[in-house]
Every structure is written in structure tokens, then in C-alpha cells.
């Protein structure tokens, strides 16, 4: 079945320090891939998606690349702040228009110390 | 517009129990989907509804089960409580799944302590 493998941390980091957390997948067809992350107490928002491979999703400073030679969609940020700390999932869907779920990696525990 | 609303946003219920959990979806978002999330397992699909009908289901026993109501809002329920099923319920609604709609948005959760 699918699956995603991403490191679980935590990972801590220095403000302004350079960012990537990686992220592999297993899937059948073509997924979509996605980023969410998860800022205590709240629900997961959508960081950034990419759904064929080579797209490069960007959102707030952060960045993925669809690669799928070598089925991976790290995540990486060039200097980060102390309001990144949260937990990051990376995700795939294979369904589209199907009825199958998200399939989430174990999400990683980012901590940004000023 | 107003977010995914899930509530109760706590609760706490004893072993052999029963609880009902609600979400209420984005205006125009006609699916719903239910993820159970605990630290040791993640994130973990439990189902999806559409139209009222249930499109998908993951790998979770009959106790539990979920309904989708004609205005889309959506309940799912967990009957005789374990102690494993203490958890934070997660419901994440997007539009028409026909239409390849595929990204989802989340609620904050219910978070459940079973004792």
C-alpha cells in the first residue's frame, strides 16, 4: 500500500538557520504530495501541495520539489523563524477524484530556538 | 467564510461508553473526512462521506461509524470506549471529490481521553 517516510525529531534548529526535513514516498500511479503542518492546540493547515512531478510548491518562505526519481517532496525553508516551530506532515493522495484518504508520514517535530 | 467546526473540542468518557463527535464544513464543502490522530499511529483515515453516503472507509473496527446529514454536516460515533481510543479526532471537509477537488481543509479537533 502507500505509504510516506519522514523524519520524526524533534529537530531543533537556530533562528535564521536553513531548514529541510525529508520526505520519501511509496505509491502507486502518480500522487499528489503534499505539506501540512500542525501549531499546538490546532488542527492541520496546508502548507504547500504539488501534484506532478517537477512542480516545486512555495508557500510562506518554504518550498518542495516533486521528485520522482527519487519518489521524495522534501521540504526545505532558507532561514527560519521562532513561529515555524510546529509539527510538519507530509502527506499523498493517489485518489484525485477518488475515495481514498490522505496518507500521512508520523509528522516532524520542528523547534526553532531564538 | 467561517472554518471546519468540530465539537466538542474536549471531552472525557469512560471505557464501555459511547460518544458522538460533530463537524460542521466550510459553506459549499460537500465531503467530509474523519482522521483519528495519537502519537504513536499518527494520522490514520477512518472514512469519508459525500452526498451522504460513505466513499471510502480505512482500517478501523465497526465500533466505529459516521453519517453525513443532507446540509453536509457530519457525526461520527465510537461505541464501548477502549482506552486506545483516546485521541484527537481530526475532520477535514473539501468540495466535489468528482471533480478532482483533492485538497483538504481541517478542523481543530476533538481531543478524547478515555479513562
Known amino acids: 500500500g502507500d505509504s510516506v517516510t519522514q523524519m520524526e525529531g524533534p529537530v531543533t534548529l537556530s533562528e535564521e538557520a536553513f531548514l529541510t526535513i525529508n520526505c520519501t514516498y511509496t505509491?502507486?500511479?502518480?500522487?499528489?504530495l503534499f505539506w501540512y503542518v500542525q501549531y499546538p492546540g490546532e488542527g492541520l493547515q496546508l502548507l504547500l501541495k504539488?501534484?506532478?512531478?517537477?512542480d516545486k510548491g512555495s508557500n510562506k518562505g518554504f518550498e518542495a520539489t516533486y521528485r520522482k526519481e527519487t519518489t521524495s517532496f522534501h521540504l526545505e525553508k532558507g532561514s527560519v523563524q521562532v513561529s515555524d516551530s510546529a509539527v510538519y506532515f507530509c502527506?499523498?493522495?493517489?485518489?484525485?477524484?477518488?475515495?481514498?484518504?490522505?496518507?500521512f508520514g508520523k509528522g516532524t517535530h520542528l523547534i526553532i530556538q531564538p | 467564510k467561517a472554518g471546519v467546526t468540530q465539537t466538542p473540542r474536549y471531552l472525557i468518557k469512560t471505557r464501555g461508553q459511547q460518544v458522538t463527535l460533530s463537524c460542521s464544513p466550510i459553506?459549499?464543502?460537500?465531503?467530509v473526512s474523519w482522521y483519528q490522530q495519537t502519537p504513536g499511529q499518527g494520522l490514520q483515515f477512518l472514512f469519508e462521506?459525500?452526498?451522504?453516503?460513505?466513499?471510502n472507509k480505512g482500517n478501523f473496527p465497526g465500533r466505529f461509524s459516521g453519517r453525513q446529514f443532507s446540509n453536509s454536516r457530519s457525526e461520527m460515533n465510537v461505541s464501548t470506549l477502549e482506552l486506545g481510543d483516546s485521541a484527537l479526532y481530526l475532520c477535514?471537509?473539501?468540495?466535489?471529490?468528482?471533480?478532482?477537488?483533492?485538497?483538504?481543509?481541517f478542523g481543530a479537533g476533538s481531543r478524547l481521553t478515555v479513562l
Open positions: 477535514a471537509t473539501r468540495g466535489d471529490p468528482n471533480s478532482g477537488a483533492n485538497v483538504l481543509t
Open positions: 505509491a502507486t500511479g502518480y500522487p499528489s
Open positions: 504539488a501534484t506532478k512531478a517537477d
Open positions: 502527506a499523498l493522495s493517489t485518489s484525485g477524484g477518488g475515495a481514498d484518504g490522505l496518507t
Open positions: 459553506s459549499g464543502h460537500r465531503s
Open positions: 462521506y459525500f452526498s451522504e453516503t460513505q466513499r
